[in-house]
């Protein structure tokens, strides 16, 4: 199993990568490990000296590790990205491990940097998108064991754990820091708190309906 799962993080991650510089523009040198002691503002991470560079600023260790899905949603997400390897600066892709408790979700979110490609390695997942206004059409579909879903740029989507079992998948993003928008924390968690009688009237609900909301982020 343990090499299953190393050959196929590969196998997605490589292909996944075709697509990512069409996002993130091409490295100029072999590599830019991130310097994560520098205060320089880029659009990315300073470069670290490459005489400095080893071995384990392109690794990360613990994917094969069941995530703790003991909470109010019922799944766990890994990434591996920028943050976890500074080797992968620059270079327009990282990674993610979802596991999921028997009907957990990874709840409607988006990644304003990046496509995402998902594949089952572990029991079947509901996964779904939603496209664009006017038509907010959902596109659906439950995947299996070996299956492959792609999530485009920028677009509200979620999965969910439609088993009795638990479920597990890995997922590539065509950006090294591809960022994530959870619809339901953004619109009722910011912080400071947008107006309830602002989202009363973009829900079309009571506003002391929303005002419970908030008061739960």
């Known amino acids: 199993m343990a090499k299953y799962l190393i050959l196929l993080s590969l196998a997605v991650v490589f292909t996944f990568s075709c697509v990512a510089f069409a996002y993130e523009p091409s490295p100029l040198q072999d590599f830019c490990v991130a310097d994560t002691t520098s205060s320089a503002r880029v659009n990315g991470l300073a470069c670290k000296d490459p005489m400095k560079v ?5 690794f990360f ?5 069941p995530g703790n899905t003991s909470n109010v949603v019922g799944s766990s997400l890994q990434p591996v990205n920028v943050a976890q390897i500074p080797g992968l600066n620059t270079l327009g892709v990282s990674m993610v491990r979802l596991d999921f408790a028997p009907w957990g979700i990874n709840p409607p979110h988006t990644h304003p940097r990046a496509s995402e490609i998902i594949t089952v390695l572990e029991g079947s997942l509901e996964v779904g998108f939603v496209t664009s206004n006017p038509e907010n059409r959902l596109i ?6 070996g299956d492959v879903f792609v999530f485009p740029v920028g677009l509200v989507h979620f999965e969910r754990n439609v088993g009795y079992g638990n479920a597990m998948a890995l997922a590539a993003l065509s950006s090294q820091n591809p960022g994530a ?3 339901a924390k953004a619109a009722f968690g910011s912080n400071p708190s947008i107006s309830s009688d602002i989202l009363a009237k973009a829900f079309q609900v009571d506003k002391k309906i929303v005002e419970q909301i908030q008061w739960k982020f």
Do not use: N
């Not at 260790?61 to 590790?65: E, R, T």
């Not at 659906?140 to 064991?145: A, D, G, L, S, Y």
């Open 140 to 145: 659906t579909k439950v995947i299996q064991k």
């Open 54 to 58: 080893q071995a384990d600023d392109f």
């Open 61 to 65: 260790g613990g994917l094969h590790i």
């Open 181 to 183: 928008i959870t619809i």
